[in-house]
């Protein structure tokens, strides 16, 4: 009896890792892949195993440095996000901030203070993730550009930014901790995170009904 629901635990488990294996394309293109292609067409997954937790970061994280002479002059309105029913932005960008600051502390750096207007940026740029997941603009334009738009100016002397995204799963520190540890596993997104220069953060939070999309902002403002 006992190793025969070994097997059938066995087999429970290898049905699971199959559908995950499928959700996160991990084997696209390949032979196991196809044949886990058409396992699940035949065998339709349930709704609630579609959700399991996927985190992508894209790649270079970018940091600028603005010159001294460099003025915001871009009049483009822009809209901070809004809380949405289902999830608490504030939860998660609380989370994903002490994690931040825990981490600089660790390894010795100075922890960073939220500022409004990086705030403001990131709530965009969060929300501009879902349309684009990179730090290139829907509008072609570079990450820090988002600074130039009507009311969301800092003028900076250093800035950078990280992206996180990933299926919704988890409540809103879960997903924040899932996605921080994707940027502490990144390089760049780790040396955004552990910058000494760095002064001040601002988290933003998305969600579109099946994504959840964080963005931090970083800067050392220039006084």
């Given at each position: ?30 032979f ?58 504030k ?49 072609g334009?570079?990450?820090?550009t ?21 299926t ?18 990144s ?28 963005t ?8």
């Amino acid at each position: 009896m006992k190793k025969f629901l070994a097997s059938l635990m066995m087999i429970a488990v290898s049905i699971v890792f199959g559908y995950w294996l499928h959700a996160v394309h991990l084997l696209d293109h390949t032979f196991i892949g196809e044949g886990l292609d058409w396992v699940v067409e035949k065998v339709p997954v349930p709704e609630e195993w579609d959700r399991l937790p996927v985190i992508e970061t894209p790649e270079e994280p970018p940091t600028h440095e603005q010159p001294a002479d460099s003025e915001e002059t871009q009049e483009t309105n822009s809209e901070t996000n809004e809380k949405d029913d289902a999830v608490d932005y504030k939860k998660v960008e609380d989370k994903i901030f002490v994690l931040l600051n825990e981490l600089r502390e660790e390894k010795g750096v100075q922890p960073v203070t939220k500022n409004k207007q990086l705030k403001k940026a990131a709530d965009v740029r969060a929300k501009e993730s879902a349309t684009s997941f990179s730090h290139t603009r829907p509008n072609g334009g570079d990450a820090f550009t988002v600074f130039e738009e009507k009311g969301l100016a800092y003028p900076y002397l250093m800035a950078g930014e990280n992206l996180a995204m990933g299926t919704y799963y988890l409540d809103e520190e879960g997903m924040a901790e899932f996605l921080f540890n994707g940027w502490v596993d990144s390089p760049g997104h780790y040396k955004n995170m552990v910058q000494k220069d760095f002064e001040e953060v601002g988290i933003g939070v998305y969600y579109d009904g099946k994504i959840l999309y964080t963005t931090q902002l970083f800067g050392t403002p220039r006084n």
